[in-house]
């Protein structure tokens, strides 16, 4: 039995992610409208939760954040945390309005640093913890079409692999998911890339990475050798690269 927190709850990802957990486990979902999780709480619990609760949590009020693991950790331990927010932001807007930026990368970059250092302190202190970021191939190079995302995802991806680093012989592990395109709400409208894959795609490899304590997890697994040729592609050539 393990006590689970969902940190953006009102994902698909995430919302896939936690009903496959839920089994036997105790599960909080955190996000900013916990009035629109009933369909989750529900799911997860026909899915065999032992218990379900949900939490307000505002990712982008970093000073909010301990109170809300504490919060969390009145009723226990946070055994396993997955973050699951995030926007993809507005490119056109970001090149001319900083607010845009700054919305991106805050939320992105900023705001899933600070949680995961959260709890990682915690976790370290106990001697064992699961934690679960998603960074995504838009970092693994950016490109001229959405680089304000992609920066903001670059720049999570060295921090988790510092962290991972960093918490080595703690009991603690960071689970970091690079996903591709992802077909659902957060994308509607948009054209499939190559490589995509959807939610319970990208759930599965989620849940079986915690299985096995896989570090790194790319979905598809071929994104991981696309990635690799991406940083040999000369930039002249690069900067021509579609979305």
């Not at 909010?64 to 997955?82: F, H, K, L, S, Y």
């Not at 926007?87 to 705001?111: N, P, S």
């Not at 976790?123 to 992609?150: E, Q, T, W």
């Amino acid at each position: 039995m393990s006590r689970i927190a969902l940190f953006g709850a009102t994902s698909e990802i995430g919302g896939e992610i936690i009903t496959r957990l839920a089994p036997d486990n105790d599960l909080v979902l955190a996000a900013r409208r916990p009035e629109a999780l009933e369909d989750l709480k529900a799911s997860c619990r026909t899915a065999g939760a032992r218990s379900v609760e949900t939490v307000f949590f505002d990712a982008t009020d970093c000073a909010a954040q301990p109170g809300v693991i504490e919060t969390i950790e009145e009723q226990g331990p946070i055994d396993i945390a997955i973050a699951t927010f995030g926007v993809l932001g507005d490119q056109q807007l970001a090149e001319r309005d900083g607010g845009e930026v700054e919305r991106v990368l805050h939320t992105d970059f900023t705001a899933q640093a600070v949680l995961l250092t959260e709890l990682s302190g915690r976790m370290k202190a106990r001697g064992h913890g699961d934690l679960v970021a998603f960074s995504s191939i838009a970092g693994a190079r950016v490109r001229r079409p959405n680089y304000v995302y992609g920066s903001a995802k670059a720049g999570l991806d060295g921090f988790c692999q510092g962290m991972q680093d960093a918490l080595r012989g703690t009991g603690v592990t960071l689970t970091v998911v690079r996903p591709g395109f992802v077909i659902g709400q957060m994308t509607e409208g948009m054209d499939p890339a190559p490589l995509s894959v959807t939610p319970d795609v990208v759930a599965h490899a989620v849940v079986t990475a915690l299985k096995t304590g896989t570090p790194d997890v790319w979905v598809p697994r071929s994104l991981g050798v696309l990635a690799t040729v991406m940083r040999l592609v000369p930039r002249f050539l690069w900067r021509r690269a579609p979305r």
